[in-house]
């Protein structure tokens, strides 16, 4: 009688949905270019002459991103490309219908006595956060690695935030560092992962004493004083960056990302309370004295009052920016038939939201924000199917930046909170946040790779075989 392993569990090859990703990604890239030749048609009734390199570059960095995952990430999940890819686009088409804009031309040549258009060099940026997404697959190939550098990454998180301190103030901030021949770099976008990374890597250590060590009062756990002292930290970090850099939408991400990543690691309400508590206190600790800061409440809380005194910049902007909304209505003016270059400088970056409100409507918001929000969906279910700790934190920890920077800036510019002056990340224009988002979505789809992959087969077990029932 012959005696082998009979079990019948083992490795399931799951379906690796790569010829879905295709497909989105071809329909990400219609899109986008059928945008672009609308854009055209309005502004000069023919096709624009850049049509065919845009669609093919657009193509290119598509189907290289595609090649990549398809290769060193089979199982990643299926969305998260052609999310991207579809925003990267889009925005790219609202950048070009900005720079062909005679009002905004003519701003530029009396400010700086030239004008560049900015469509090209989002164009050159995208391109770069394609090959750094590329770099982070094919070098990264277990994202439990970087689970060894969690002190690490917190210095080097420190040191960007901290650096743009040493630099002058751009627009009434300090939040760039300025590279003579390059230009000026954003710090705090490559911040927000690597951040990510360090909290990711403390909480697995700490996770246990910050969630058991508590006492209950009214219905609240409230953490021991020893265990305050990570949350005051950070809490304190955040007030710095608001003093010295005037950066609202930093600090307000810098610490909502450390409060979200602590309440999914301790399951504990009371950080959620305790964090909204600091934040509100910090906030309006540093408004009572900062003139920058104090603007920016100012404007928020009367957008319109700048047009019954001397126009001064957020309030002007946040106003036009509102009306841009509302002369949108239900379904906007048509690409490329709105007026929202009167917002100046800024339409193309902090205020890009408010283009696609008046020249898309209400709908093409919503739809805007909707594939943010697929994006967002995506990442927590990455993190919920992730098989380690370390992978379901950062997971969170990323897609919890991504969402709150997209909450700060979408309420900044539709007026429900004050203005940061960070950047929507994808559709505007700035080379360090879409460098900086394609690799956080490179980090997403290597988590989501690891989550997704079957589970290797079962050992022999010696136990089955002595155990399993042999009939007569």
Known sequence: MSISNTTTIGAIDAPSRRNT???????????????????????????????????????????????????????????????????????????????????????????????????????????????????????????????????????????????????????????????????????????????????????MVKRDALALASRRFMGLYLPRGRDLGPILVIWALSILILVFETDLGTSLLFFGLFVVMLYVATERTSWIVFGLLMSAAGAVGVATFEPHVQSRVTAWLDPFSCYTTDKTGACEQ????????????????????????????????????????????????????????????????????????????????????FAIQIFVVAGGVMGLIPLTGMTMPFLAAGGSSVIANWALIGLLIRISDTARRPAPAPAPSTDAEMTQVVRP
């Open 21 to 203: 990703e295709l497909l989105l990604l071809v329909f990400a890239v219609a899109v986008a270019v059928f945008a672009y030749l609308n854009v055209g048609l309005a502004l000069d009734g023919k096709v624009p002459s850049g049509v065919l390199g845009y669609a093919l570059g657009l193509a290119a960095l598509a189907g290289v991103a595609h090649l990549v995952v398809r290769k060193f990430a089979r199982y990643a999940d299926p969305l998260l490309l052609p999310l991207a890819t579809l925003l990267n686009g889009i925005g790219l088409v609202f950048i070009w219908r900005l720079d062909q804009s005679p009002r905004l031309i003519s701003l530029a040549k009396v400010a700086y006595g030239t004008f560049t258009p900015s469509a090209p060099k989002q164009m050159l940026y995208s391109a770069i956060g394609v090959a750094i997404f590329v770099v982070v697959l094919l070098f990264l190939k277990d994202h439990r690695v970087l689970q060894r550098y969690t002190y690490v990454s917190m210095v080097v998180a420190l040191i960007l935030l901290i650096a743009p301190i040493f630099f002058p103030a751009q627009f009434g901030a300090r939040i760039w560092i300025r590279i003579p021949g390059l230009g000026s770099l954003q710090p705090g976008e490559f911040a927000k992962i690597i951040i990510a990374i360090f909290f990711a890597g403390y909480l």
């Open 318 to 401: 946040v106003g036009q920016a509102l009306m841009s909304f509302g002369s949108g209505g239900t379904l906007g003016s048509g690409l490329g038939q709105g007026n929202s270059d009167l917002i100046g400088f800024a339409a193309n970056a902090d205020f890009i939201l408010s283009t696609v409100g008046e020249e898309l409507g209400l709908a093409g918001t919503m739809a805007i924000l909707l594939v943010y929000g697929l994006i967002v969906e995506r990442g927590i279910r990455t993190a919920l199917a992730a098989r380690d700790p370390f992978g379901k934190l950062l997971a969170v920890g990323l897609t919890g930046g």
